[in-house]
């Protein structure tokens, strides 16, 4: 596709479930960011990779979180034991990184968590 | 915790009005970025600051930002209710890399008819 989608879109976990939320980037792109929006809230910086490697993830709130893109591509992030805390919208977003291109964060549109 | 505080947090105003959102920080940022969001979807990039002191206009918006790159305000002309969203400002680093963004606690508008 021509942008960063997520998917789920929605989803409604009990506490203590583990749910995975998956992104896709735009193709090619190199560097990945998830970010975590509480409701009424600006987003807050979760974990950035570059191509497969994590180079931060002073952001991921507890040990609980979990993100990997083994393959340079597709990110997923988990959650382990979910909380009613971790009820959010998680955001993706990823940037070109090749020489010339244009460093702007693209995002995708976010998956809704709610831990009932 | 957020570094960077909106005011304000809500407007509601009427189509033709004008406005002025503020975003403020104690810390120096290498650059400045506004976003807009719409429900459902994620920030879209508007403008990106760079310079203290640089004043961008992108049709009835005009971004600034201060002399001394901690705070910067977005001023929207003759208001639309397609301007309706939540503004957020967001610090970054050196344009030209790749590196996170510290988002600001956001101002939703709304514009009615």
């Known amino acids: 596709g021509a942008g960063v989608s997520q998917s789920p879109r929605y989803k409604v976990a009990k506490r203590g479930q583990d749910v995975a939320l998956r992104c896709d980037p735009i193709s090619g792109h190199v560097s990945l960011f998830w970010y975590q929006q509480a409701l009424g809230q600006g987003p807050e910086f979760l974990t950035y990779f570059q191509n497969e490697a994590q180079l931060d993830k002073s952001g991921l709130p507890s040990d609980r979180f979990f993100a990997e893109r083994p393959e340079g591509s597709v990110s997923t992030l988990k959650i382990q034991r979910t909380q009613q805390e971790d009820s959010a919208v998680y955001l993706c977003a990823s940037i070109g990184g090749q020489v010339g291109a244009s460093y702007e964060q693209y995002f995708g549109p976010g998956t809704r968590l709610t831990v009932t | 915790t957020q570094l960077l505080e909106q005011s304000p947090q809500f407007l509601s105003i009427q189509e033709g009005e004008n406005l002025t959102v503020y975003c403020n920080s104690s810390?120096?940022?290498?650059?400045l970025q506004w976003y807009r969001q719409e429900p459902g979807e994620g920030p879209v990039l508007l403008v990106t600051?760079?310079?203290?002191?640089e004043v961008k206009k992108l049709k009835r918006l005009t971004f600034q930002f201060g002399d001394a790159r901690k705070d910067s305000s977005l001023h929207i002309t003759a208001a639309q209710p397609g301007d309706t969203g939540l503004y957020l400002c967001?610090?970054?680093?050196?344009?030209?890399?790749?590196?996170?963004?510290?988002f600001g606690t956001g101002t939703r508008l709304q514009v009615t008819l």
């Open positions: 600051v760079v310079t203290g002191g």
């Open positions: 967001a610090g970054a680093g050196n344009p030209g890399t790749a590196s996170k963004l510290t």
């Open positions: 810390s120096v940022f290498s650059s």
